[in-house]
């Protein structure tokens, strides 16, 4: 079993500037990837960012990157030149062979103008 | 092309009756999961097939719940003399994974089921 905790419930931004969103984990698995995925308000899910665990390399998608610590089972994301329509819950997720997403409980991120 | 769809986006219900909710993946999509999310929490696993079978229905909470995908696309998930617990929104995604794990989930955007 994995779980999946997110420590910031709301983090706020200002426009233009730099925040980062917490995740920390644990799996029994030595295989496994990690999500970023933001929820807007209407509703629907959408990929921001994936990272292997096998890749020492951190994942980059334009503003959008991770640092990922493997020994303390820490994947955050870091947003960059933060925009209005990044607003949204954000939810980090580690999925293993066995299939399923295991999801933590999100963090909404306000981004102020 | 088409994404994950839903449907009903929004169901009422009173406590004691039968739902059906319908998922149609993204087509050639084999994976497709079933999620429950209530009001400021993440995604709560309930199963996920793998073609036709269910591969985990670990996360189904008990056998009020049911569900099915016959022919390997369209899933229904049916909840029996629901409850007003039931109440969250349930999410279907689908994904091109064959098991390993790598591919990102595409989810629908929910259905919001309320038992009154």
């Known amino acids: 079993a994995q779980t999946v905790t997110q420590s910031q419930p709301e983090m706020s931004v200002q426009e233009a500037e730099t925040v980062t969103l917490s995740c920390t984990y644990d799996?029994?698995?030595?295989?496994?990837?990690l999500f970023w995925y933001k929820q807007p308000p209407s509703r629907q899910m959408i990929l921001v960012i994936r990272?292997?665990?096998?890749?020492?390399q951190n994942a980059t998608e334009n503003r959008f990157s991770v640092n990922f610590q493997k020994a303390a089972k820490s994947f955050s994301l870091k947003i960059s030149d933060s925009q209005l329509g990044d607003a949204a819950m954000y939810f980090c997720?580690?999925?293993?062979?066995?299939?399923?997403?295991?999801f933590g409980d999100g963090t909404t991120l306000t981004v102020k103008p | 092309g088409a994404g994950v769809s839903q449907t009903p986006s929004n169901k009422v219900t009173e406590k004691g009756k039968y739902v059906e909710l319908r998922c149609d993946p993204i087509?050639?999509?084999?994976?497709l999961y079933w999620y429950r999310q209530s009001l400021g929490q993440g995604p709560e696993f309930l199963i996920y097939?793998?073609?036709?079978?269910?591969?985990?229905d670990s996360g189904l909470p008990n056998d009020r719940f049911f569900a099915v995908r016959p022919e390997g696309s369209v899933s229904t998930l049916k909840i029996q003399r629901t409850e007003r617990g039931d109440s969250a929104v349930y999410l279907c995604?689908?994904?091109?994974?064959?098991?390993?794990?790598?591919?990102?989930?595409?989810f629908g955007n929910g259905t919001r089921l309320t038992v009154t």
């Open positions: 995604a689908s994904s091109s994974d064959t098991g390993g794990g790598r591919s990102p989930l595409h």
């Open positions: 799996t029994s698995e030595s295989d496994y990837y």
């Open positions: 990272q292997e665990a096998y890749k020492q």
């Open positions: 997720a580690v999925n293993t062979n066995a299939g399923k997403s295991t």
């Open positions: 087509s050639g999509h084999t994976a």
């Open positions: 097939f793998q073609g036709t079978g269910a591969a985990d």
